[in-house]
């Protein structure tokens, strides 16, 4: 389904589906070791997709179903996912060892953080997403008998809408300073939206507020006929397997703005990361290289900016 001004969506359809894609990789990632989320492969199962569930359980495998030498695929996501939860893992651990005690997860999804982290006394987390997506999380998460580690305030509205009352009415403070996490995020917003969203972090940020973030690449430049083409061709094998997403629906194309310039040029100082780094310094083997920054996550970089 291409995307829209006013769609909606739930962790079966559309982009809402890359969430639970996202969680099968938690949960391989999990069983292999890397990682410790408990509460991705229940999730991923309560979903329903069944190429999904079928992957996340090890009844299907990458090998099954990737394009033979393609650079974008299934196998490359749970090395990529563990070597990112742990990036935003430790971001929060580093926050609220400074003491920060409100922290906000932008487009939460399936992300259990508030369920598995071990937060300090005193720490809220905010989550905020769709209210369809919302609403099925928190019930299936008490369905599994799971209880946050944290005071947990959701936050059931579109980033479209106006999020920042939203998310002040459910308690946020914004003199005291948070912390902050876009993961998976900024692809599916316009660039425009992706500007609109850092105005509003900025504009809520007290002095020492935190913002993990994990950019994707400008890909003005490329022919976006050619990477949709390459894309296809991908995952044509996961629709002989019933899994039929089309990716190249639910992104948005256009000039971006690098995050750590803008945000630079609004006062935060930022440390970036490659995908390369993050993953070689977690101990995972690298993404094989393509000439299309669309085709594979090595385009990805991560940020962590601190405001003042």
């Known amino acids: 389904m291409t995307r829209t001004d006013d769609d909606t969506w739930d962790l079966a359809t559309s982009v809402g589906t890359t969430a639970t894609m996202v ?9 292999d070791g890397a990682i410790d989320d408990p509460f991705a492969e229940p999730l991923v199962r309560a979903v329903g997709v069944d190429f999904l569930t079928r992957w996340a359980t090890g009844e299907l495998t990458a090998s099954d179903v990737d394009d033979e ?5 299934l196998s490359q ?3 990529a996912m563990a070597a990112r939860t742990r990036y935003f893992d430790q971001f929060f651990s580093d926050a609220a060892a400074a003491g920060i005690r409100q922290a906000v997860i932008l487009a939460s999804g399936l992300d259990a ?12 987390v905010y989550e905020i997403d769709q209210p369809e997506v919302i609403e099925f999380k928190t019930t299936t998460l008490a369905g599994l008998g799971a209880q946050p580690k944290a005071e947990l305030r959701t936050v059931a509205i579109d980033l479209r809408e106006d ?4 998310l002040v009415a459910a308690g946020f403070d914004p003199a005291q300073p948070s912390a902050w996490i876009a993961e998976g995020l900024y692809g599916y917003l316009p660039p425009e939206a992706q500007d609109r ?3 509003a972090v900025t504009a809520l940020g007290a002095s020492g507020t935190r913002l993990g973030s994990e950019a994707v690449p400008n890909t003005s430049d490329m022919d976006p006929e050619e ?3 390459r894309m296809r061709e991908a995952t044509a094998k996961w629709r002989e397997h019933g899994f039929d997403l089309d990716f190249t629906e639910l992104g948005y194309e256009g000039e971006r703005h690098d995050v750590g310039e803008y945000l630079g040029a609004r006062g935060w100082t930022s440390v970036a990361t490659p995908m390369a780094d993050l993953l070689a310094s977690n101990g ?22 601190t405001l003042g």
């Open 23 to 31: 969680a099968a990789a938690r949960a391989i990632a999990t069983n």
């Open 69 to 73: 030498g393609t650079p974008w695929g």
């Open 77 to 79: 996501m749970p090395a």
């Open 284 to 305: 995972f083997d690298p993404i094989p290289e393509t000439d299309d920054a669309r085709q594979t996550m090595n385009g990805v970089t991560y940020f962590t900016s």
């Open 163 to 166: 999020w920042p009352t939203a």
């Open 113 to 124: 953080r508030a369920y598995r982290l071990d937060w300090p006394p005193g720490m809220t």
């Open 197 to 199: 969203l850092l105005d």
């Open 227 to 229: 990477s949709r083409q």
